[in-house]
């Protein structure tokens, strides 16, 4: 798939089609990330932020779950 790079206002950006939204599962106003990679450039819904928190949460779940318990009455 090749997409054009055109002008939009002061920059420039590339128009997705509908094909490529739904493989991202993407909508209007969503945010995608861009990887680079050695291969090029990914561009992906994932947020790796997210990851990290999601595992900062699951290590201090375990460790405080009797307290997150007594909070979630």
């Not at 050695?38 to 201090?60: H, Q, R």
């Not at 009797?66 to 979630?72: I, P, Q, S, Y």
Request: a positive charge; zero cysteines; hydrophobic letters at 40%.
């Amino acid at each position: 798939m090749k997409l054009e790079v055109r002008k939009i206002g002061n920059s420039v950006g590339v128009i997705l089609p509908k094909q490529l939204t739904d493989k991202l599962h993407a909508v209007e106003g969503d945010l995608l990330n861009v990887i680079e990679s050695p291969e090029g450039v990914i561009l992906t819904p994932y947020d790796p932020d997210f990851d990290n928190a999601m595992k900062a949460y699951a290590k201090f779940s375990k460790k405080y779950k009797n307290a997150l318990r007594e909070l979630a009455k």
